[in-house]
């Protein structure tokens, strides 16, 4: 079971998570390999999630209806025993207003003279948020995500207030093409396929489908496991963090940075040939903020999987960088070849 946690983890030094940063990932990789038994084929999704809960970067689910995308959401906020107001989803379409996702504007508030929008049990207020048919939002929702996302802030009154969002997950069936939803797809390093399983696993898919039926009828989670909860990747995020910082000595007067430690030099000579590879012969489009961000997806994942040292196996978080479903199909391809996986 999953240990009892601070309040604030934020005010943890990096000796206080040194001492549990064994204990965080032991519970952390039990909860992942836990939640993939409730679900047929989808184990490198759940790890996407857990590596980009951790890192504290949003991540996109693409598939069409029926997929799972949804349940995998939920299944996985429910393992990780969080409370209700912790936890914000909502269907976006473009008529979706803003009141919908940051409050409603508080009547008495706005006859004194003062324009304060109602947040609680909105997204301004969450922990965790789903975003489902996120691509379908209007400009007014687009602007709004983009300053939670980037900024991790809203304005009330024109003023900025600090949200307390630590994970994002955002659904799609489709992703369209308009150059205005550009920058909302690039704050979305990655894009991974959530895709129908029937013709591999068609016993699989209702032996489990019949098994989910019950335990919604009957009211029962029995994912919900207690393995780790949301202040753990709070936590193992923190700890990173840190270490990103971190310049330790090597005894010669020289300070070594994280990619000196964790980086070994071919595997970044081979992570900046496979970025030129995409860019130059399959036109990917990697922005330079990319680049930082996949570096600590990278780490993170290393970390939770193998304990620190980035190896060529963990630069396949390439194949999640497609833009469209094109892109997404090419890639998840093209980078296992490049890799020589395949």
């Given amino acids: ?27 952390i990789n039990r909860f992942r390999e836990s939640l993939g038994r409730f679900f047929v084929n989808k184990q490198e999704i759940i790890d996407l999630m857990v590596v980009a809960a951790i890192a504290q970067e949003p991540l996109l689910l693409v598939g069409p209806p029926g997929t799972a995308k949804s349940d995998l959401v939920l299944k996985f906020k429910d393992a990780l025993g969080m409370d209700e107001g912790d936890y914000f989803e909502y269907m976006l379409t473009r008529f979706t207003e803003p009141s919908e996702i940051i409050g409603a504007i508080d009547i ?39 300053t939670i996302i980037n900024e991790k802030k809203f304005y009330q009154e024109g003023k900025p207030e600090a949200v307390p969002l630590r994970v994002m997950f955002a659904a799609t069936n489709e992703i369209p093409e308009q150059g205005e939803l550009a920058a909302l797809k690039d704050r979305f390093v990655l894009k991974v396929q959530s895709r129908p399983v029937q013709d591999e696993f068609f016993t699989e898919l209702i032996d489990a489908g019949l098994q989910g ?61 496979l970025v030129k590879t995409l860019v130059r012969e399959d036109e990917i489009f990697i922005s330079d903020r990319k680049l930082v961000k996949l570096y600590k997806l990278f780490r993170v994942r290393a970390w939770l999987l193998s304990g620190g040292t980035v190896s060529r196996d963990d630069l396949r978080l390439l194949a999640y960088l497609g833009e469209s479903h094109q892109e997404i199909e090419h890639l998840r391809e093209k980078v296992p070849q490049l890799l020589g996986d395949a």
């Avoid at 009892?4 to 943890?12: C, E, I, K, R, V």
């Avoid at 049990?121 to 400009?139: M, Q």
């Avoid at 923190?238 to 005894?251: E, H, N």
């Avoid at 000196?260 to 071919?266: I, K, V, Y």
């Fill in 213 to 273: 039926e019950a335990y919604k009828g009957l009211n029962q989670k029995p994912w919900v496991e207690g393995h780790c909860t949301l202040e753990d990747l709070v936590k193992a995020n923190r700890y990173l963090t840190f270490l990103f910082a971190r310049k330790t000595g090597d005894g010669r007067g020289e300070e070594q940075n994280d990619r000196q430690l964790f980086f070994p030099a071919d595997v970044f000579r081979e992570y900046q040939r």
């Fill in 108 to 146: 008495k508030e706005l006859r004194a003279g003062r324009y304060i929008r109602k947040k609680e049990g909105k997204l301004p207020t969450a922990r965790l948020v789903f975003l489902d048919e996120i691509f379908k939002s209007n400009s007014a929702i687009l602007n709004i995500l983009l």
């Fill in 1 to 27: 079971m999953a240990v009892a946690t601070p309040t604030n983890s934020d005010d943890l030094s990096l000796a206080d998570l040194q001492s549990e940063a064994d204990g965080l990932r032991k519970r």
